[in-house]
């Protein structure tokens, strides 16, 4: 096996690897996402909805958004002193997505969530 490392910073890792199976660098690559903390949204309470998603997808969606989250400052709810089912700001984040077209058809992209990661302009 030979790798070569092109590019190595905070965030990203660019290499080049040779002499092994996609699949065994597939299994690696999984493991190495399936141990990245990540925040999502779980609970969606809609109030109103004109869109063309019904509620469910709509949440289903919401759900997929990664939310940037400083680990310094999140408690987990099992470990906040808080004990609430419904949680407190140190171990809930609440996000309010309020989105209208004025006119035409307008698509929102999880930069319009106020949690979300992507940008406005549907770049992903
Ligand atoms: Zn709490």
Partial sequence: MHVKILNLNENNLKLIVEGVDSSFLNSIR?????????????????????????DEFLSHRLGLIPIKTNLDAYKLPEECECKSE???PLCRASFTLDVEST???RVVYSGDHPGGSGDRSGKR
């Fill in 86 to 88: 419904l949680g407190c």
């Fill in 30 to 54: 999984r493991i190495i996402l399936s141990e990245v903390p990540c925040m999502a949204i779980d609970d969606v309470i809609i109030l109103e909805n004109s869109s063309v998603m019904s």
């Fill in 103 to 105: 006119e035409g058809v």
